[in-house]
Each structure stands twice: as C-alpha cells, then as structure tokens.
C-alpha cells in the first residue's frame, strides 16, 4: 500500500465549493499546493469541475473567504463508517496564487481536528491509491450498484403493477466518448481514463422484471421513498391497465429466453434489441387509450418516442453488421413518422422534417427530400419565431444539416455510406 504523500498536510479549513450554481460547505483535511481531500455531507461525481474558497478564519460564525481557485474533482469515495459522507480528491487547475489561501492554510499552526469527521491516514491512503468512483457495492435504498464506475443508479418502481426498488441506470456525464450517425443518434465509442467503458446504448432501457413496462425515460416511472420527484405517472393507468394486464403473459414469454442478464448492466446484443422491443411495445399500448391526460400531445410525444426508440435498435443493428435489419426498421420509421408528422408543430414537427428528410435522402427519395428540405425553409417565412428561442436554434440547426446532406447528396446515400456515419 502506497504512503500518504508527505506534501499533504493535516488540517481542519472550512471551504466553499460552487458547482453551478449551488454553494455548499465542505471542510478539507488535507492540503498541499496542488490538491486537498476534503469530506462532503453530500455526493459529488468524478471529473466535475468547480470553484473551490478557503475561509480565512474557522473561528468567524460568518467566515471570510479567500479568492476562488478552479477545481476539478478527482475521486470520490464513500466514507465506511458513515454512508451519508463522502471523501473527495481535487485537484488545483494550474498554480494556486498568494490570494487564494493555500500558502496561508499550509503555514498556519496546525489545528485540533475534529477527532469523529476528521480524515484518517488510513483514509487518506485509500482516497489517494484508488481510481474515481461515484457510488458503493449498495445504495442507500438497498439496490444494488452498478458494476460500471461509469453509470449511476436511480431507484424506481413501476406505475403499472407497483414492482419496487427497480434499478434505473444513467450515464455520468464526461465519462464516455460517442459520436452521432447522420440521423442524430449517438453511439459510444471509448471510456475516459479510470472510467468504465459502457455502451449505454445497451442498457438505457428500463424494464419492469413483474409487468414488462420498458421505458427509458425516468418519468415514466414512480419515485421511490426519498427520491425526488417523478411521484404521479405521465400517463391514465386506469384507462390502459386491463389491456396491459391482459399482455404480461406474451411479453414474459419474449423475455424468457434471455433472462440471464437481462435486468442488470451487462445486457448483450439481443436482450438490448428485446428491451427496446418492449420500449415501443409500451408506448404503442399508451398511445391507444383514449383517456390519455393531455391525449393530443402526449399521444404524439409517445409517437415519436417510439421512432426514437427504434432509431436506436437500427444504429446497434448496423453497428453489428446487421444492415438488412437495420434499414427493415428505417422504413418502419419512415411509415410511422408520414403517420403523425402532420399533427406535429413547433419544434418536433421541425426535427420529424429533419429526419424525415435524412431518410429519404440515405433510400435515395430524392423528391421527398426536395419536399422536406422545403418545408424546413419556409417554417419561419413569416418571421414570428424570436431568434433567441430554441425551435429557432433547433430550425437554424436542422435546415443548415439537411441543406449540406443535400448538396453533398450522393455522399450520404446508402450505397455509399459506412453504416449510418457520416462522411467525411
């Protein structure tokens, strides 16, 4: 086991750290000229970039602080004898300056740490020796973690039979790199250093292991006690609970064979074409009712998630060499988007002419293209959308795409395309 680097100095400073816009106090208990470890009441995730300021005097009931030092936090672990607290590594980006405390705080007489919360050097060695990590084997809701240092977990439960403690798995943010096809949809290629690598593709998403309800969207399913939030389902459970309960047998069915694995982080191939199966076999079943809250909007929003879902299943087909399918399921998309696009308005009706018009490009529709690419110049003709909005930003964007794609049309066209990536 490596030695606590002599350079870090034991000490007892109030400090403030911004992230955001959130303010929060934390006391550091070692320090040199580069980094601190500091405890936290609360979680902060690896690689998150902050302001750090030490106080100028512990003993003020309203400290002074010296000036900000930028920060980037390097590890985090969980404190053993206290689950509510965490140890954090942070790093000083660049040279810390005369005004910013840390000449001051190394040189000041050695305080009488607070001998419950104070860091040990055992500690201390083991915030140091190991790699970036945001959560423990189990969270405090009794779930268990995720095996990825790059993926979170959320516990939820099911609106539609109630299931409890389903793990609700999210990507980190900064912790993979990914790259997006002509269509808009990501994929993952590398993890960043000490990070896990995740194709999160694959496990996005969630599946109720009683009832089968998929869905990638957290929303869509209950908070558990403590969490925030997502408490009243988006969606009228009475109005499609006998049809869904008359569809669990089918779907268990599906399920059955790949259950290995399936409700954990390490999904294969098939299972995650099967969970996005389900995805969509979900939301067509809202999407039926009649007696959906706020039916016009959300019967489209689900429309469309649907689209976003099978847009998915096509990039993990094609990325596995699967091109039959994966262009079966583009021209699936293509009927169910022509199906709703006239219902659509602001900006989804923007992005449905977006990728309408990227697919009639890649099959080669040359006059469904022209078609598009039109109605995305004459969205704003008479000039109403302000320019500081999103759906202008979202036009501005998708018009300037589709308008190279176009002009560069025979490079984007699926007998010259390598998988669905774009050219270069």
Known sequence: MSKMPEELKVVNIVAAITIGSKIK??????????????????????????????SEDNGRETPSFYAPIKITIETVTQNESDPEAYYAKIKF?????????????????????????????????????????????????????????????????????SQKKIPFWSLQNRTMLSKTNIFGVSSYTEAMPRR??????????IVCPKCFFASSDIL?????NGSQGFSRAPFDKKAISKQWDKGISARKKLVAPHLDGFFDDERNLEQALLSYDLAIITGDEMFKSDEMLDPKRRKYHLARKAIYYMMTKAELLINNENTAAAEKILQDVIIRLETIFPYLQHEPSIRAGFLLGMLSLYFEDYLKLGQYLTFLREFNKDGKIAEDSEEYKTLSTSLKKLDEAYQNRAEYSKT???RFEKPF
Request: proline share 4%; net charge positive.
């Open 220 to 224: 869509d399913f209950k908070k558990e």
């Open 93 to 161: 980006n660049g040279i810390v300056t005369a005004n910013q405390g840390v000449v001051q705080s190394l040189h000041s007489e050695k305080p009488s740490p607070d001998t419950q919360n104070h860091t040990s050097t055992k500690d201390t060695t083991r915030i140091l020796s190991q790699g970036a990590t945001n959560s423990p084997s189990k969270t405090t809701s009794g779930i268990s973690a995720s095996k990825l240092n790059s993926v979170s977990v959320t516990p939820v439960r099911c609106h539609m039979c």
């Open 25 to 54: 106090k934390i006391t550091i208990h070692n320090l040199c000229m580069s980094c601190c470890i500091a405890r936290l009441n609360f979680e902060i995730k690896p690689f998150e970039h902050a302001v750090l300021q030490l």
């Open 196 to 205: 896990d690598f995740c194709d999160f593709n694959l496990i996005r998403v």
């Open 416 to 418: 010259n395309l390598t």
